[in-house]
């Protein structure tokens, strides 16, 4: 079954440096989600993706982050210069088609900013 | 401010016993409704997913959706030490961000 995936599945670095999470969606599909959850709370939206551009960002996604769709395959999350509070675990999410459908999750990426 | 709001639990039931699990939501717009299930370190994983007003059954799960009251449930039948779990319901308008609650947390004891 396709499947969201996700590299690294752990990232440490330190305050200030840049950090780039990288996902592979599920092929055929067309629309793309960063998500974050800081350990004990929610689930939290950071910005969508579709058709190589940003369509829906959350007030977390600052000048600080920002997306890419580099190539057919991937789409990465850029963290330019991270702070302690961005630790946490992102998801990346993907759909396939417009109007209602599921997002399915990719295993996540743990970040610890040191 | 859209909100999703869960009894976060613990909800302990023993093996065999109905869980149910509910979920109210804000934003009256609200199209889409989800329940994942998130083992502990891991990413959310979509388990039933409810569009119309009324019940959609898969398995040992049923989805209950009543959109005047602004609420969905997940039953969970002949429940299994395995079923335990966070689980996070979700929503959204069509194709938006998906809006979560902090989630439920589940125990079934054998």
């Known amino acids: 079954e396709p499947e969201v995936t996700q590299t690294p599945s752990h990232q440490v670095t330190q305050m200030g440096q840049e950090v780039i999470l990288r996902c592979v969606p599920i092929?055929?599909?067309?629309?793309f989600y960063w998500y974050r959850q800081i350990l004990g709370q929610k689930v939290e939206f950071l910005v969508s993706f579709y058709n190589n551009e940003i369509s829906e960002k959350s007030e977390i996604f600052d000048d600080q982050f920002s997306v890419e769709r580099p190539d057919g395959s991937n789409f990465t999350l850029k963290i330019r210069s991270t702070k302690l509070e961005d630790s946490a675990m992102y998801f990346c999410?993907?759909?396939?088609?417009?109007?209602?459908?599921?997002?399915?999750f990719g295993p996540g990426t743990r970040l610890t900013v040191t | 401010q859209k909100e999703v709001e869960q009894n976060s639990g613990p909800l302990s039931v023993p093996e065999g016993a109905i869980a149910s699990l509910n979920c109210t939501y804000s934003d009256r717009g609200s199209q889409s409704f989800f329940w994942y299930r998130q083992y502990s370190g891991k990413s959310p994983e979509l388990i039933m997913f409810?569009?119309?007003?009324g019940d959609k059954e898969d398995g040992r799960f049923t989805a209950q959706l009543n959109k005047a009251s602004q609420y969905v449930s997940l039953l969970i039948r002949d429940s299994q030490p395995s079923d335990s779990a966070t689980y996070l319901c979700?929503?959204?308008?069509?194709?938006?961000?998906?809006?979560f609650g902090k989630g439920t947390t589940l125990s079934v004891s054998s």
């Open positions: 979700a929503v959204n308008r069509a194709g938006t961000a998906l809006i």
């Open positions: 409810i569009y119309s007003n």
């Open positions: 092929s055929n599909h067309l629309y």
């Open positions: 999410a993907s759909r396939s088609s417009g109007g209602p459908s599921e997002q399915y």
